[in-house]
């Protein structure tokens, strides 16, 4: 699976955009992005995945640079609920690729 | 609502003894996962299985024991030969094999967190 990067730690005010980036450069051309968050001592909750065109859905946006080496999950209007470690994972679909690797994330602090 | 439950939620053990971290799951999914995170790390891969009756090391399977008798259930036993089983263990399923193509959403379980006195 591709290795991906992250910054360790962000804050971002309440009600404004918080944006999260993560660096996949290795990224092959059938290996997904995902997008995960943990509220602290709970069990990660899936956010988004995309492919190559930029996706939205009710929780989030991620926009993925043309060459796929790179993407940004967008929280639209940050909460206070909002406060997590966001971890992006990246790899193929299908049979033979079960196991997903989690790294440490950006803890994403929400400023009143 | 389909979801994946694990108990107990807090457990206690001393060492030299076997623990067993229930997981089950009623979403219909063919694979399912053990992590375990430690504080301020990531998840790392324990055990997980593609299929019933079938299930594969990660990276930190030393120490551990899984089966996988039923599709909904995939306990995990830590035994005692874990040196250091202190941890918050992490449960997933997703649909797996059953999906030939296309993206793998894995969903958590609310987590098992094991102390070891």
């Known amino acids: 699976d591709a290795k991906t990067t992250q910054p360790t730690s962000m804050d971002c005010a309440e009600g404004r955009a918080a944006n999260l980036p993560c660096n996949h450069s290795?990224?092959?051309?059938?290996?997904?992005v995902y997008w995960y968050r943990q509220i602290h001592s709970q069990g990660p909750q899936y956010i988004i995945h995309g492919l190559k065109n930029n996706e939205t859905n009710e929780m989030a946006s991620l926009i993925i640079t043309e060459d796929r080496k790179s993407s940004t999950l967008i929280l639209p209007h940050a909460t206070l609920r909002d406060t997590a470690v966001y971890y992006c994972?990246?790899?193929?679909?299908?049979?033979?690729?079960?196991?997903?690797?989690f790294g440490t994330g950006t803890r994403l602090t929400i400023i009143p | 609502d389909g979801g994946i439950t694990q108990s107990p939620k807090y457990l206690f053990r001393k060492e030299g003894q076997n623990v067993t971290l229930s997981c089950e799951q009623n979403l219909n999914h063919d694979a399912m996962y053990w992590y375990r995170q430690d504080p301020g790390q990531g998840l790392r891969l324990i055990y997980y299985s593609q299929i019933v009756n079938d299930f594969q090391k990660g990276d930190i399977a030393e120490g551990y024991s899984v089966s996988r008798e039923k599709k909904e259930s995939f306990p995990l036993t830590v035994t005692s030969a874990q040196k250091n089983p202190t941890a918050f263990y992490l449960c997933?399923?997703?649909?797996?094999?059953?999906?030939?193509?296309?993206?793998?959403?894995?969903?958590f379980g609310a987590g098992s967190r094991l102390t070891v006195l």
């Open positions: 997933a399923s997703s649909r797996g094999t059953g999906a030939t193509s296309g993206a793998n959403v894995l969903t």
């Open positions: 290795t990224i092959s051309g059938n290996e997904y």
């Open positions: 994972i990246v790899r193929g679909g299908g049979f033979g690729n079960e196991k997903l690797t």
